[in-house]
């Protein structure tokens, strides 16, 4: 007489999801499907945990605790697709279709983010910030401009040193993985640039 199985006794997950108890039957188009399996065998996912890692991601870009972030990556995707379309070049790979693009996000937030109406008061949390720091360094450090550069900085230093791995990538900041991910797909902009951020005389 055939043993029934234990309760939990079937094989384990493999992959960062785990506690899979429930089923979601949905049909999808054949190449749909095809598209997912290439993507779970770049990253050495099943086909079950790519599946759930998208459907993660949806869920986490629009009911996110902060909704206007998701938002924004949407609108940048939508903008820099359009801006790719136009010239019919790659915006990381061209340097007049990064130029377009770059001044295309700037016109994104300039449309969507208050515009300053006479002086911005500082936030109190930079001006914490600010008073810890030598008071020849204060006033500069109380600008946005230099907490934008500050904190792009940090992200383009995280990206260019990621290390490699064939771990899960997520964009969901801070993860070193993600930041691999970023580098793989677009590669180092420290290596594409250096010899116009460097000139030759500077390099010895």
């Known amino acids: 007489m055939p043993q029934a199985r234990a309760s939990g006794g079937g094989r384990k997950p493999r992959g960062e999801f785990r506690g899979n108890t429930k089923i979601l039957t949905v049909r999808v188009r054949p190449e749909l499907r095809t598209e997912l399996e290439r993507l779970a065998k770049r990253h050495h996912r099943s086909l079950s945990q790519e599946i759930q890692r998208g459907l993660d991601d949806h869920v986490v870009r629009y009911i996110h605790p902060r909704p206007h972030i998701g938002a924004l990556m949407h609108a940048i995707a939508l903008?820099?697709?359009?801006?790719?379309?136009?010239?019919?070049?790659?915006?990381?790979?061209?340097?007049?279709?990064?130029?377009?693009?770059?001044?295309?996000?700037?016109?994104?937030?300039?449309?969507?983010?208050?515009?300053?109406?006479?002086?911005?008061?500082?936030?109190?949390?930079?001006?914490?910030?600010?008073?810890?720091?030598?008071?020849?360094?204060?006033?500069?450090?109380?600008?946005?401009?230099?907490?934008?550069?500050?904190?792009?900085?940090?992200?383009?230093?995280?990206?260019?040193?990621?290390?490699?791995?064939?771990?899960?990538?997520?964009?969901?900041?801070?993860d070193e993985w993600g930041f691999w991910q970023i580098l793989r797909d677009l590669g180092s902009g420290w290596k594409r640039n250096r010899a116009i951020w460097l000139p030759k005389e500077r390099r010895k």
């Open 79 to 174: 903008l820099v697709g359009e801006v790719e379309r136009a010239t019919g070049e790659n915006w990381h790979e061209n340097a007049f279709t990064g130029e377009a693009v770059r001044h295309a996000i700037e016109r994104l937030i300039f449309h969507f983010a208050p515009t300053p109406d006479g002086k911005m008061p500082v936030p109190p949390r930079v001006e914490e910030a600010a008073m810890r720091m030598p008071p020849p360094m204060r006033d500069r450090a109380r600008t946005a401009a230099n907490v934008g550069t500050a904190q792009a900085g940090m992200i383009i230093t995280l990206v260019e040193n990621a290390p490699a791995s064939d771990k899960p990538a997520r964009l969901a900041f801070p």
